[in-house]
């Protein structure tokens, strides 16, 4: 047997930028329908015996009309060649209330071989010798729970000789694994999933939500997502599993035979734009014009163009910062796709002064403005600490 797992599409995400494509398009919207169509490509070439996705297909309740019509056709180029889908839906696209219907009700005309699991409750699906336990996002957690324990395993393993009476068993899940923290998206309506439930014979644990390619435990992954949606995904890989499950004879020493099945997981990459982090700027004892040239020299060491990238000044007075010229700093970062200059202000008297905070221009216009000021005996430094201070703190109250 040997199927895929995907998952976390998030089609219609368009964060990072406003950037259109030619086509006229949000450009990270693009992107992502980019890698999940390469994925789509991929699947066909390795024609499994079906495939699983675990949740988040969309990015929204309510994706775009486009967004639908490019999901369905990317997902019957799978179908039309007689190879079974199940889709359970995540938390991003399950609607938060009973009343609200789901998108996901658009696809279940389109073909026998696509099956849609998001009715807030655990379905049982058979496919010749499997099982697939599916279990969509649902309304709360108590509801989630209450399904989940309706999971009970069917048959038994595989025999030897392959009889039509024994079953594999797949379980679907999107949620968060309990006691492990480092799996949770920091995201609302979170559901989290017993780790017992990891400890029962499945054959194979189709997890979703956590965006990194990982194993949980034997015959547990999550497939991670098809593209980058946030910063915290830098330096991930990303793609699908091809998932393969096979059987062999086992000879106890009392001359009795019984079957055992191994499993083969293999990552598959899928093209995504790139993210990367450039080394950080240790402002404490720059000035301005050394902090900006410290951004320029990191800007012309790395290839940042058409890239997602992230920058952090570290103990940058603020002083400085209120100083800095941020018309040059937008000219440092014109050339990446998306620049994300984090500036972590110095300590002053046991406060944290950390922001990604900036007030823009304003700043600058009332430096220059202040320095053309024809007035004797004017305290400019002073008026310009203070002022300074004063468009600061109207900025972080808007």
Same mark, same amino acid.
């Given at each position: 047997?040997?199927?895929?797992?995907?998952?976390?599409?998030?089609? +219609?995400a368009s964060?990072?930028?406003?950037?259109?494509?030619p @086509?006229?398009?949000? *450009?990270?919207?693009?992107d992502?329908?980019? %890698?999940f169509?390469? %994925?789509?490509?991929?699947?066909?070439?390795?024609?499994p015996?079906?495939v699983?996705?675990?949740g988040?297909?969309?990015?929204?309740?309510?994706p775009?009309?486009?967004?639908?019509?490019?999901?369905i056709?990317?997902i019957?180029?799978?179908?039309?060649?007689?190879?079974? =889908? !199940?889709?359970?839906s #995540?938390?991003?696209?399950?609607?938060?209330?009973?009343t609200?219907? $789901?998108v996901f009700?658009?696809?279940?005309v389109?073909?026998?071989?696509?099956?849609? !699991?998001?009715?807030?409750q655990?379905?049982?699906? /058979?496919?010749?010798?499997?099982?697939?336990?599916?279990?969509?996002?649902?309304?709360?957690?108590?509801?989630f729970? /209450?399904?989940?324990?309706?999971?009970k395993?069917?048959g038994?393993?595989? $025999?030897?000789?392959?009889?039509?009476?024994?079953?594999?068993? !797949?379980?679907?899940?999107? +949620?968060?694994?309990a006691?492990?923290p480092?799996?949770?998206?920091?995201?609302?309506?979170?559901?989290?999933?017993?780790? %017992?439930?990891?400890?029962?014979?499945?054959d194979?644990?189709?997890?979703?939500?956590?965006?990194r390619f990982?194993?949980?435990?034997? +015959? +547990?992954?999550?497939?991670?997502s098809?593209?980058r949606?946030?910063?915290?995904?830098? #330096? *991930?890989?990303?793609?699908?599993?091809? !998932?393969?499950?096979?059987?062999?004879? =086992?000879?106890?020493?009392q001359?009795?035979?019984?079957? @055992?099945?191994?499993?083969n997981?293999?990552?598959?990459?899928?093209?995504?734009?790139e993210m990367?982090?450039?080394?950080?700027?240790?402002?404490?004892?720059?000035?301005?014009?050394?902090?900006l040239?410290e951004?320029? /020299?990191?800007?012309e060491?790395?290839?940042?163009a058409?890239?997602?990238?992230?920058?952090?000044?570290?103990?940058?007075?603020?002083h400085?910062?209120? %100083?800095?010229?941020?018309r040059?700093?937008?000219?440092?970062? $014109?050339?990446?796709?998306?620049?994300?200059?984090?500036?972590?202000k110095?300590e002053?008297e046991?406060?944290?002064q $950390?922001?990604k905070?900036?007030i823009?221009?304003?700043?600058?216009?009332?430096?220059?403005?202040l320095?053309?000021?024809p007035?004797?005996?004017?305290?400019k430094?002073?008026?310009?600490?203070?002022g300074?201070?004063y468009?600061?703190?109207?900025?972080?109250?808007q």
């Amino acid at each position: 047997m040997r199927f895929v797992h995907i998952s976390d599409s998030h089609l +219609g995400a368009s964060g990072f930028s406003r950037r259109l494509s030619p @086509s006229g398009f949000n *450009q990270r919207e693009e992107d992502i329908c980019h %890698s999940f169509e390469s %994925s789509i490509d991929q699947i066909i070439k390795l024609k499994p015996d079906f495939v699983l996705h675990t949740g988040d297909l969309f990015h929204s309740v309510r994706p775009t009309n486009r967004i639908i019509n490019f999901a369905i056709r990317q997902i019957l180029r799978v179908v039309n060649l007689q190879i079974p =889908v !199940v889709i359970i839906s #995540g938390n991003h696209d399950t609607p938060k209330q009973r009343t609200v219907g $789901s998108v996901f009700s658009f696809f279940e005309v389109f073909s026998p071989y696509l099956h849609l !699991v998001y009715r807030n409750q655990y379905e049982l699906l /058979k496919l010749d010798q499997v099982a697939i336990h599916a279990i969509p996002h649902c309304l709360d957690q108590e509801d989630f729970s /209450k399904e989940v324990a309706k999971v009970k395993i069917v048959g038994g393993q595989p $025999s030897a000789d392959g009889g039509q009476n024994s079953t594999f068993n !797949v379980l679907m899940l999107h +949620g968060v694994v309990a006691g492990i923290p480092e799996f949770s998206m920091g995201e609302l309506a979170e559901q989290e999933i017993p780790s %017992s439930y990891l400890e029962m014979p499945f054959d194979y644990v189709a997890l979703g939500h956590y965006h990194r390619f990982c194993q949980v435990k034997s +015959g +547990g992954y999550y497939a991670g997502s098809t593209e980058r949606l946030s910063m915290a995904e830098l #330096g *991930q890989e990303k793609g699908f599993v091809e !998932v393969e499950i096979e059987t062999s004879t =086992v000879h106890s020493p009392q001359s009795t035979e019984t079957s @055992s099945s191994t499993i083969n997981v293999k990552f598959h990459q899928v093209s995504a734009r790139e993210m990367i982090e450039l080394p950080f700027v240790e402002a404490q004892d720059l000035d301005q014009e050394q902090v900006l040239q410290e951004i320029e /020299k990191r800007t012309e060491a790395a290839d940042i163009a058409e890239k997602i990238v992230r920058l952090k000044v570290k103990n940058i007075p603020e002083h400085i910062y209120n %100083s800095l010229d941020f018309r040059k700093v937008a000219e440092l970062k $014109s050339r990446a796709f998306h620049f994300d200059l984090r500036f972590e202000k110095k300590e002053e008297e046991g406060k944290d002064q $950390s922001t990604k905070t900036s007030i823009g221009k304003l700043n600058v216009e009332f430096d220059q403005f202040l320095k053309q000021v024809p007035v004797e005996n004017l305290k400019k430094e002073r008026l310009l600490e203070l002022g300074l201070k004063y468009l600061l703190a109207e900025s972080n109250r808007q």
